[in-house]
Nanobody, 119 residues
């Protein structure tokens, strides 16, 4: 069993920055790839970013490439999403998930953290 808890969401003006964290507990954090996803009101959940188990490979949705950075600290069992140059269209509930297998499926999901970007 793996528990995931997101934090760091909030209200920010367009052009601003936020850093999301995903703290994991349970099975060995460093053994699996992880991902960030988001869901805006009235829309389907979408992939945002993914990172390999030891952080050597990262993947991004085209909509966030160049603005968001995913990272992880396996010693702290925590994954991060640094979000810069935020846009109103980034407004959504952000979820972390594991293990990430390169698609929209995962065995474990966090409860989500709200990110609201005002124009």
């Amino acid at each position: 069993q793996v528990q995931l808890v997101e934090s760091g969401g909030g209200l920010v003006q367009a052009g601003g920055s936020l850093r999301l964290s995903c703290a994991a507990s349970g099975r060995s954090f460093s053994s699996y790839a992880m991902g960030w996803f988001r869901q805006a009101p009235g829309k389907e959940r979408e992939f945002v970013a993914g990172i390999s188990s030891i952080g050597g490979r990262t993947f991004y949705a085209d909509s966030v490439k160049g603005r968001f950075t995913i990272s992880r600290d396996n010693a702290k069992s925590t994954m991060y999403l640094q979000m810069n140059s935020l846009k109103p269209e980034d407004t959504a509930v952000y979820y972390c998930a594991a293990p990430w297998r390169g698609d929209m499926q995962a065995d474990y999901w966090g409860q989500g953290t709200q990110v609201t970007v005002s124009s």
